[in-house]
């Protein structure tokens, strides 16, 4: 027979306890799919901060697509954080984005529904091809 736990020590050994310094997510919780909570900041190195949507519309041009040979993977698609990027998807829809989130697997940030700017993630393995500006 096992020695009864409390359940300070149940989490500590199950891995349910949280790291010293822990803060909370806003909104009541994460994002779905590996995606960041909405609304949520994102910090950079020096502590930057950097918030939300753009307070501005995207370029009013549409780039051209250059097709690329390879998958969209994270590194190459992490240097248009924070900018203007062009999305072209596997299903045939195109729009501009502003990525404010590159994972593994996932990116989320903004995308412009024609007036504004809507939350927004997808499967790195959806981009057909994308170009920042």
Same mark, same amino acid.
């Given at each position: 027979?096992? =020695?009864?736990?409390?359940?300070? /020590? *149940?989490?500590?050994?199950?891995?349910? +306890?949280?790291? #010293?310094?822990?803060? @909370? %997510?806003?909104?009541?919780?994460?994002?779905?799919?590996?995606?960041? =909570?909405?609304?949520?900041?994102? /910090? *950079?190195?020096?502590?930057?901060?950097? +918030?939300?949507? #753009?307070?501005?519309? @995207? %370029?009013?041009?549409?780039?051209?697509?250059?097709?690329?040979?390879?998958?969209?993977?994270?590194?190459?698609?992490?240097?248009?954080?924070?900018?203007?990027?062009?999305?072209?998807?596997?299903?045939?829809?195109?729009?501009?984005?502003?990525?404010?989130?590159?994972?593994?697997?996932?990116?989320?940030?903004?995308?412009?529904?024609?007036?504004?700017?809507?939350?927004?993630?997808?499967?790195?393995?959806?981009?057909?091809?994308f170009r920042c500006s």
């Amino acid at each position: 027979m096992y =020695p009864s736990l409390d359940q300070s /020590q *149940q989490q500590a050994r199950f891995g349910g +306890g949280q790291p #010293p310094g822990f803060q @909370p %997510p806003p909104f009541g919780g994460g994002g779905q799919q590996g995606f960041p =909570p909405f609304g949520g900041g994102h /910090q *950079q190195g020096g502590g930057q901060q950097h +918030g939300g949507a #753009p307070s501005s519309p @995207p %370029p009013s041009y549409t780039p051209q697509e250059s097709p690329s040979l390879y998958a969209v993977d994270p590194g190459a698609i992490r240097g248009c954080l924070y900018r203007y990027t062009y999305i072209w998807l596997n299903n045939g829809s195109n729009f501009w984005f502003y990525p404010t989130y590159v994972g593994r697997d996932s990116i989320a940030g903004y995308r412009w529904r024609g007036f504004r700017w809507v939350y927004y993630g997808t499967d790195l393995r959806r981009i057909r091809s994308f170009r920042c500006s």
